[in-house]
């Protein structure tokens, strides 16, 4: 079974570089991303959660990938935010939901 995944911003740390804020969100359906029109999807957090948003939405528990529990997750963008960078570091939550 194949499985929805919400990505949604939980926290920011520091000044996300493209422009991220509590409860932007995306959509995992299947194997295309849904967003709202003009969300910007960040290739770096994209790539950071790639490896683990295919085996969590095709069923794999959370705690078994080492990002939380049963249907909910979290993962963060590689970004360190200052005093390396000027950008920030991004905290993802990950919910998984039944195909409507």
């Given amino acids: 079974m194949l499985y929805d995944v919400r990505i949604e911003v939980e926290e920011v740390r520091g000044s996300c570089a493209a422009g991220y804020r509590k409860g932007d ?6 194997f295309y991303i849904e967003a709202k ?6 290739l770096h957090a ?6 683990l948003l295919s085996p ?3 069923g794999v528990p959370a705690d078994q990938l080492g990002i939380g ?3 909910a997750g979290r993962v963060q963008c ?5 005093p390396i960078t000027c950008g920030g570091t991004v905290v ?8 409507d």
């Fill in 56 to 58: 969590f939405s095709h």
């Fill in 69 to 71: 529990e049963g249907d």
């Fill in 25 to 30: 969100f995306f959509t995992l359906r299947g």
């Fill in 37 to 42: 029109e003009g969300t910007r999807i960040c």
């Fill in 92 to 99: 993802f939550k990950m919910v998984r939901s039944s195909r």
């Fill in 46 to 51: 994209l790539v950071a959660m790639a490896s």
């Fill in 78 to 82: 590689p970004d360190p935010g200052p």
